[in-house]
């Protein structure tokens, strides 16, 4: 168990609905990463946040969007949703933002768009 | 901008003879390099990093990779492998002379040992 957890684990939508995923990191970190992870795309880098504020950007879509809460939590709010979409939704925290820390992942949050 | 290749879908191996798993990057500042591992419906798991010193670096459950920087490659490599070592293993990279966290994925290889 590493500590990182998701919610829901599984989640199942229309196209054009809107849907928000939830991460606690590990007790003590401050960074939380969101990756998505597709068939086609491999693993993507959507976004970091280190102590609530946005700390990198990847290739996340104007149609996503995220935050970090005082209690470090974060969630990822996906709308307008598109079949495309369906994918495996990874969180993964870290204890700050250097660049030698490794990260920790949650069991990952998957979504299917219908 | 950072990006990782893994040139290998998919490696066969038989249980007790070495594997390699390989990873070539490219990185504009000093390279960061992270080997993951998978295992079915689960996240990712930490097997190893080289930051900086040795080329050679021992990681998680008997994994070692060499960091060659003349050939930007970081090679995964187990001298005996195990059935169980089955599963989608993962190259990610961090430019060390940037200021966040963000880590670049390959596009993974799944590692496939048969007894």
């Known amino acids: 168990d590493s500590g990182v957890t998701q919610t829901p684990k599984h989640l199942i939508t229309a196209t054009g609905q809107r849907v928000t995923l939830r991460c606690s990191p590990r007790?003590?970190?401050?960074?939380v990463y969101w990756y998505q992870q597709s068939l086609d795309q491999g693993l993507q880098f959507l976004i970091q946040?280190?102590?609530?504020?946005?700390?990198a950007k990847g290739n996340i879509l104007e149609r996503f969007s995220a935050q970090q809460f005082p209690d470090l939590h974060s969630e990822l709010n996906l709308s307008s949703l598109e079949l495309g979409d369906s994918a495996l939704y990874f969180c993964?925290?870290?204890?700050?933002?250097?660049?030698?820390?490794?990260?920790?992942f949650g069991s990952g949050t998957q979504l299917s768009v219908l | 901008a950072q990006s990782v290749a893994q040139p290998e879908d998919q490696v066969n191996v038989a249980e007790g003879n070495p594997l390699t798993v390989k990873c070539t990057y490219s990185?504009?500042?000093?390279?960061?390099l992270f080997w993951y591992v998978q295992y079915p419906n689960r996240g990712l798991q930490f097997l190893l990093k080289?930051?900086?010193?040795?080329?050679l670096v021992k990681g998680s459950y008997g994994f070692e990779a060499e960091f060659n920087k003349s050939q930007t490659s970081f090679h995964l490599k187990k001298p005996s492998a195990l059935v169980s070592d089955s599963a989608l293993y993962f190259c990610?990279?961090?430019?060390?002379?940037?200021?966040?966290?963000?880590?670049?994925f390959g596009q993974g290889t799944t590692l496939q040992v048969k007894p």
């Open positions: 993964a925290s870290s204890v700050g933002h250097l660049t030698n820390e490794k990260l920790f």
């Open positions: 007790s003590g970190d401050l960074s």
């Open positions: 946040y280190y102590n609530g504020e946005e700390r």
């Open positions: 990185v504009s500042g000093n390279p960061y």
């Open positions: 080289y930051i900086t010193g040795d080329n």
């Open positions: 990610a990279v961090r430019d060390g002379s940037s200021n966040t966290g963000k880590l670049i």
